[in-house]
Nanobody
Framework: VQLVESGGGLVQPGGSLRLSCAASGFTFSSYAMSWYRQGPGKERELVARIFSVGGRTNYADSVKGRFTISRDNAKNTVYLQMNSLKPEDTAVYYC?????????WGQGTQVTVSS
């Protein structure tokens, strides 16, 4: 099983980034896919989730209206479009896959929002 995140980097406040997570080794379409983040000195928190059936999504209140999670089951990839980025969005962003008691994590990608 592999989850490989990409797309992180340094961006100015108000800017945008798109994170990608390429999955392999499991039945991607059957898993709920999520993005978590862990900022400096903070606990890991759920940012957004997209379910396997129907594409229903959940977002943390802090990112509603700014971030959009999506998935492409044909490419085994989940995305996180992040707009209107703020310094408090600075964190390592992790991809997570979960279904029926099985959970997998990626290695994380750093997002830094700073002028």
């Amino acid at each position: 099983v592999q989850l490989v995140e990409s797309g992180g980097g340094l961006v100015q406040p108000g800017g945008s980034l798109r994170l990608s997570c390429a999955a392999s080794g499991f039945t991607f379409s059957s898993y709920a896919m999520s993005w978590y983040r862990q900022g400096p000195g903070k606990e890991r928190e759920l940012v957004a989730r997209i379910f396997s059936v129907g594409g229903r999504t959940n977002y943390a209140d802090s990112v509603k209206g700014r971030f959009t999670i999506s998935r492409d089951n044909a490419k085994n990839t989940v995305y996180l479009q992040m707009n209107s980025l703020k310094p408090e969005d600075t964190a390592v962003y992790y991809c997570n896959a979960y279904a029926l008691g099985n959970g997998y994590w990626g290695q994380g990608t750093q997002v830094t929002v700073s002028s």
